[in-house]
Every structure is written in C-alpha cells, then in structure tokens.
Nanobody, 122 residues
Framework: QVQVVESGGGLVQPGGSLRLSCTAS????????MAWYRQAPGQQRELVAE???????NYAGFLKGRFTITRDNTRNTAYLQMNSLEPEDTAVYYC????????????????WGQGTQVTVSS
C-alpha cells in the first residue's frame, strides 16, 4: 500500500557531508510527521531528528547542530542534511513516516524504509 525509500547514503571522510532523502509513495490519503533514526552495529535504534507537517523540527542532543531535517510536502519527501560527519555517525539510517492510508480505516500508521548505510571513515 505504501512504499518508503531512502537514498543518499555512502562512504564519506570525517568532516564531510551527506544528504539523505526519503520518499513515501502509494495509497496515501494524508501524510503527517516523519523522523530519521539510526542504528549502529550492536546498538539500539535511536532517534536522530523529527519534523512535523508544519516543518517544526526537533533534534537529538548529540547532534550539536550538525544535521538539518527538512521536508517537501508536495513530493512526500524528506531530507537529512548531515554536515561535519564523525566516525561515530556511522550507522544504518532509517526514515519513518506517519501516514493515513486510503482505505486504512480511521487511524494513521507508521511506515519505515529499508535503511541506507552511512559510513564515516578515512
């Protein structure tokens, strides 16, 4: 019913930048907040940033202003601009959309992407 696809991951040197994208498509009636998470090897998945339909953003404290989350509601796409990357940012990054699906009843649900690998290494 709904597909969520991330892109933009890769290998980058410390201090470099990457921009992740996440697009939702399918039988979407209405789309709400979205968020980026990450999971490093052997670690639990953690919230990186989230953004409401009205573009109000919140960030994890460990980011120190290095990342910026944005969204384009006309394209059902969100972005995570990551600057000053550190080796500790190495992880699989996942996006999650909250979506009300056509024919999905009276409530919205969360839909996850498959993840995109970000590796920060020299």
């Amino acid at each position: 019913q709904v597909q969520v696809v991330e892109s933009g991951g890769g290998l980058v040197q410390p201090g470099g930048s990457l921009r992740l994208s996440c697009t939702a498509s399918g039988r979407i009636l209405r789309i709400y907040d979205m968020a980026w998470y990450r999971q490093a090897p052997g670690q639990q998945r953690e919230l990186v940033a989230e953004i409401t339909t009205g573009a109000q953003a919140n960030y994890a404290g460990f980011l120190k202003g290095r990342f910026t989350i944005t969204r384009d509601n006309t394209r059902n796409t969100a972005y995570l601009q990551m600057n000053s990357l550190e080796p500790e940012d190495t992880a699989v990054y996942y996006c999650r959309w909250n979506i009300w699906v056509i024919g999905g009843g009276g409530a919205s649900s969360n839909y996850w992407g498959q993840g995109t690998q970000v590796t920060v290494s020299s």
